[in-house]
T-cell receptor, first 112, second 110 residues
Framework: EAGVAQSPRYKIIEKRQSVAFWCNPISGHATLYWYQQILGQGPKLLIQFQNNGVVDDSQLPKDRFSAERLKGVDSTLKIQPAKLEDSAVYLC??????????FGPGTRLTVL | GEDVEQSLFLSVREGDSSVINCTYTDSSSTYLYWYKQEPGAGLQLLTY?????DMKQDQRLTVLLNKKDKHLSLRIADTQTGDSAIYFC??????????FGAGTTVTVRA
């Protein structure tokens, strides 16, 4: 079974630029999560999708972050404009049943 | 949200047992998890325990849960160099959200 795929793996941008991350969850997994993991911290939930609907986006900084999950499969997370404090690893996870979340390798973002 | 605390570092000799501790605040937590993260990789689920259990053993891994003290521990028997990684405690609340600790970096020395 293929795991959760994410791209790109690494991204370096200047502050105020825009960036987008892509996630392809495990086939058949209805629930998809985006987490932000700042160096030295545990992952923090940004947004949760159930199929193509948003379940929880209470921790998403909506003035600069947006996310969508078209057709209930792939998802993109966008930051526009980026700030220095957005430097982190962005993890995507999916689950079929809310008990075990399967994580992708993450995208490491550096904002200069 | 849920507060989850872990010690940051653990150094252990190869072949010894490792014990990683975690405390949490939400007494209504249903599932408690241990994840492993190796450099450049995502999180890998090692094991989990349901809140009505005291202990769970899975090969070299033993999870102990003290619900009264809101304390969770992970014991790795016969620690190997491949066990060097960051270990995260995570707690699932009734709304199915996972809250993670900051992670414990385990270093295995020869």
């Amino acid at each position: 079974e293929a795991g959760v795929a994410q791209s790109p793996r690494y991204k370096i941008i200047e502050k105020r630029q825009s960036v987008a991350f892509w996630c392809n969850p495990i086939s058949g997994h209805a629930t998809l999560y985006w987490y932000q993991q700042i160096l030295g911290q545990g992952p923090k939930l940004l947004i949760q999708f159930q199929n193509n609907g948003v379940v929880d986006d209470s921790q998403l900084p909506k003035d600069r972050f947006s996310a969508e999950r078209l057709k209930g499969v792939d998802s993109t997370l966008k930051i526009q404009p980026a700030k220095l404090e957005d430097s982190a690893v962005y993890l995507c996870a999916s689950t079929p049943d809310s008990y075990e979340q399967f994580f992708g390798p993450g995208t490491r973002l550096t904002v200069l | 949200g849920e507060d989850v605390e872990q010690s940051l570092f653990l150094s252990v000799r190869e072949g010894d047992s490792s014990v990683i501790n975690c405390t949490y605040t939400d007494s209504s937590s249903t599932y408690l998890y241990w994840y492993k993260q190796e450099p450049g990789a995502g999180l890998q689920l090692l094991t989990y325990i349901f809140s009505n259990m005291d202990m769970k053993q899975d090969q070299r891994l033993t999870v102990l849960l003290n619900k009264k003290d809101k304390h969770l521990s992970l014991r790795i028997a016969d620690t190997q160099t491949g066990d060097s990684a960051i270990y995260f405690c995570a707690v699932r609340s009734n709304d199915y959200k996972l809250s993670f600790g900051a992670g414990t970096t385990v270093t295995v020395r020869a």
